[in-house]
């Protein structure tokens, strides 16, 4: 349990039964009266979005999520398939699931899944990811005063921004936190 006066923004709670992250937080002390906190709150199971206050005094329960490192096996269809390299404990997570972190998987690469009641909720993947360009136009010579982007697309078919000098073959890195480009990393 915690108190009402140690909540913050990023702290994992639970409402109702239902893991919930704490996305943004305010305090205020009125001339009379408890404390209140004000705190805007996403539901992890739903992704839904509410606001909660709480006085000064309130008990907020600790969320029961536990985090565990798998790797990626293998894709049958539309679901991903991870294991767990100790326990050999299979989760499978489907594309909707994963979002555009599906784009970003490649074969023995270690995630870190949160459960909440041995429930899935959400996938960790490494900040980068290394991909080969399979489709993008050549960049015009002299075009360069600029951060000028073209589109680009990995094999996967997952489309972004690469500077003019990025080329079909070529390998680039990727920040799995946003989706862009992050920097080169060889010429094909």
């Known amino acids: 349990m915690y108190d ?3 909540l913050k923004k990023g702290l994992k709670i639970e409402i109702d039964g239902s893991p919930c992250i704490i996305t943004d937080f305010q305090f205020s002390k009125p001339g009379k009266g408890q404390a209140i906190y004000r705190c805007k709150i996403k539901n992890l199971s739903t992704g839904t979005s509410f606001e909660k206050s709480y006085r000064s005094g ?4 600790k969320a029961r999520l536990e985090s565990r490192t798998f790797v990626f096996s293998y894709q049958a269809g539309d679901e991903f398939v991870f294991s767990d390299n100790e326990t050999f404990e299979e ?3 489907t594309a909707d699931h994963l979002g555009r972190n599906q784009y ?3 074969e023995d690469m270690k995630v870190e899944i949160l459960f909440h009641n ?3 909720l ?3 993947l490494p900040n980068f990811v290394e991909k080969t360009i399979t489709e993008t136009e050549p960049g015009a010579r002299g075009n360069t005063a600029t951060n000028v982007m073209k589109p680009a697309k990995i094999d996967n078919g997952y489309e972004f921004g690469v500077p003019l000098f990025i080329n079909e073959g070529d390998i680039v890195r990727i920040d799995t936190r946003t989706g862009d480009y992050a920097d080169r990393v060889s010429k094909g």
Do not use: Q, W, Y
Not at 58 to 61: N, R, W
């Open 4 to 6: 009402a006066s140690g």
């Open 122 to 124: 959400e996938i960790t």
């Open 118 to 120: 041995d429930k899935p």
């Open 91 to 93: 989760v499978h997570l």
């Open 58 to 61: 309130d008990k907020v329960e």
């Open 104 to 106: 970003f998987i490649i």
